[in-house]
Nanobody
Framework: QVQLVESGGGLVQAGGSLRLSCAAS????????VGWFRQAPGKEREFVAA????????YYADSVKGRSTISKDNAKNTVHLQMNSLNPEDTAVYYC??????????????????WGQGTQVTVSS
């Protein structure tokens, strides 16, 4: 098991930025990928970004590509998601998740075994 704790959410005006963090603990050496997903009220959970644990390959959803950066701090077992040019459509609860097996795709929530509790991001217009 990998335990995940998100932080960094909050209220921001449109056009602003936020940096979300996901601190991992436990059996992190079993982790292949850490991903970020988000879920807005009344909508399904959707993929945002992912990074592979061993070699830091990155993956982004089209909706955030070019204005978001996912990165990993190996010393602190922490994954960051820097989000810029935020707009009200980015409002959601953001979750990080750990994928404990290899998969060629990173964008499906069912591929991730361990999840954090989520952090709320609200973008005002």
């Amino acid at each position: 098991q990998v335990q995940l704790v998100e932080s960094g959410g909050g209220l921001v005006q449109a056009g602003g930025s936020l940096r979300l963090s996901c601190a991992a603990s436990g059996r992190t050496w079993n982790t292949y990928t850490v991903g970020w997903f988000r879920q807005a009220p009344g909508k399904e959970r959707e993929f945002v970004a992912a990074i592979t644990w061993s070699d830091s390959n990155t993956y982004y959803a089209d909706s955030v590509k070019g204005r978001s950066t996912i990165s990993k701090d190996n010393a602190k077992n922490t994954v960051h998601l820097q989000m810029n040019s935020l707009n009200p459509e980015d409002t959601a609860v953001y979750y990080c998740a750990a994928q404990l097996h290899y998969s060629s795709t990173k964008m499906y929530s069912y591929e991730y075994e361990n999840w954090g509790q989520g952090t709320q991001v609200t973008v005002s217009s």
